[in-house]
């Protein structure tokens, strides 16, 4: 497996938990490079399951909401399931806002999203 610089990965049975490095997830580079691993994760790795842990973000761009988008097309397209959990208050109405809560799986911790794949 590839080393992941803002991306720390484990697993969990079938499912590859994906936790971030970064605490504030705003800069254009740090993003495209984010963008890059995860769509790693199910373009070359071939993943099928998996679960992003927000627990340590604290902030989260538009851009990087943009990512989540296009990797959830990509998870789809290979007939795999993403879900989300850990997500703070304030970011979470992010998602509210923007209606991204209606097309990802979020979950209030990890033991319900890896209970729910």
Do not use: C, W
């Not at 803002?6 to 938990?17: F, K, N, Q, W, Y």
């Amino acid at each position: 497996m590839a080393a992941f610089r803002r991306l720390a990965i484990s697993e969990v049975g079938d499912v590859t938990v994906v936790r971030f490095v970064d605490r504030k997830i705003l800069d254009e580079l740090n993003i495209q490079e984010l963008g890059q691993e995860l769509f790693q994760l199910v373009e070359q790795d071939h993943r099928a399951k998996l679960l992003l842990n927000f627990f340590n973000v604290e902030f989260l761009s538009s851009a990087a909401l943009g990512k989540l988008i296009t990797l959830d097309k990509k998870v789809k397209a290979h007939n795999g399931k993403l879900k989300l959990s850990n997500i703070r208050p304030e970011i979470y109405e992010v998602f509210a806002i923007t209606r991204l809560n209606k097309l990802f799986d979020i979950k209030d911790d990890e033991a319900d999203a890896l209970a729910a794949f």
